[in-house]
């Protein structure tokens, strides 16, 4: 299989492959197969649909190439966009009228940005997920800032934040209690990328900056200091330039304009990818941009995904990697270093 993407979630991970399939693996109801079954190796999700891009919490959703929103596995909340909040085995079609260019999951609620630019989002509205609903959840997407555009959208944990064309950040939910509301600091981002309770961004130079807790060292900056949620971004230190980044639970990962991948903050489960043995004498957590050590000095990476224990990557001869608890590669064990998927 060539690999486009790899996604890492919590309890299972996907991954687009031979123009568009998707393959999951980890905890069975979630992998699209319309079983329970759990699986060590990447199975096939089934329906007609290929995808241009995915998304994964606990939970599935992915753009098709017509452009439409499809989402299986838990369904707490309505976080599926049904309708309803039935588990789904397999693929379900998001009920609405509009066309998607991205789909993103958080914990409990989704969202997406339709081909105009507006951002509607689904699930869970407890810590106000879902701004100006007035009920605790929706079963189906509804907008979130009528009449304003977005570049890009990006849910994770109980929140969400968005670029605007001009690529300043607003985010909303748990931790903003006016609304949607504009990052301090000024810092312009090129990508941003929400975590459990930390987000980060790329700059137009791949200048990576983050915000929000810091307990882990998932800022990258040296440190062990929070930030406020409505930021200043703190940078992360090192000289490096990166083209991709992904925030975790706890932990970030990055690629730099190079190829090769690193990460930071938390590493109980080996989601770094650093090498150092678990239960080992080093830390667990690490502030500053650490390299993942990969089979082999030549892989070069296009892609990185920081799940919530596991961290997974596409390198740019099309195989996947994933480094952490519950790897795709036919076992249950954990990786300090990337391992090729199905392997």
């Known amino acids: 299989m060539t690999y486009e993407v790899v996604y890492a979630g919590s309890s299972h991970g996907c991954a687009l492959v031979n123009g568009g399939k998707a393959f999951c693996w980890g905890t069975g109801g979630d992998l699209g197969d319309g079983t329970q079954m759990s699986s060590v190796t990447p199975v096939r999700v089934q329906g007609p649909q290929t995808f ?8 599935t ?5 017509n452009d439409q929103v499809w989402c299986w596995g838990d369904n707490t909340a309505g976080r599926l966009g049904d309708g309803t909040s039935d588990h789904r085995a397999l693929p379900t079609a998001v009920l609405t009228g509009l066309r998607f260019s991205q789909v993103t999951t958080g914990a409990v609620h989704t969202c997406g940005l339709s081909l105009d630019g507006e951002v509607q989002c689904w699930g869970s509205n407890r810590f106000s997920q879902l701004v100006g609903h007035s009920d605790t959840l929706s079963l189906v997407p509804v907008p ?16 969400t934040c ?6 300043a950040a607003h985010c909303w939910g748990q931790g903003f209690s006016a609304g949607i509301q504009p990052i301090a600091g000024g810092v312009v981002f090129d990508q941003i990328s929400v975590g459990d309770e930390h987000v980060c961004g790329l700059a137009p130079d791949g200048e990576a900056w983050c915000f929000g807790q810091n307990f882990d060292g998932q800022l990258g900056d040296g440190g062990f200091v929070e930030t406020a949620l409505g930021g200043p971004p703190v940078r992360v230190d090192t000289d490096l330039r990166f083209s991709v980044i992904s925030a975790g639970h706890s932990h970030t990962c990055a690629v730099t304009t190079g190829g090769l991948a690193y990460c930071w903050g938390r590493d109980t489960f080996g989601q770094l990818g650093d090498g150092d ?3 080992g004498t080093d830390p667990t957590e690490k502030p500053l941009p650490t390299p993942v050590i990969v089979p082999n ?3 070069r ?3 990185v995904s920081a799940g919530e224990l596991t961290s997974c990557g596409a390198d740019q001869n099309g195989k996947g990697y994933c480094w952490g608890f519950g790897t795709g590669n036919a076992s249950a064990n954990s990786s300090t270093k990337a391992v090729e998927l199905g392997s």
């Open 301 to 303: 990476f296009r892609s």
């Open 277 to 279: 043995p678990l239960n």
């Open 52 to 59: 241009r891009v995915l998304d994964v919490a606990t939970f």
């Open 297 to 299: 000095t030549f892989i």
């Open 61 to 65: 959703c992915g753009v098709s190439t």
């Open 162 to 167: 968005a670029l605007d064309p001009a690529g």
């Open 144 to 159: 979130m800032a009528p009449g304003r555009t977005f570049a890009q959208v990006e849910a994770g944990g109980l929140r």
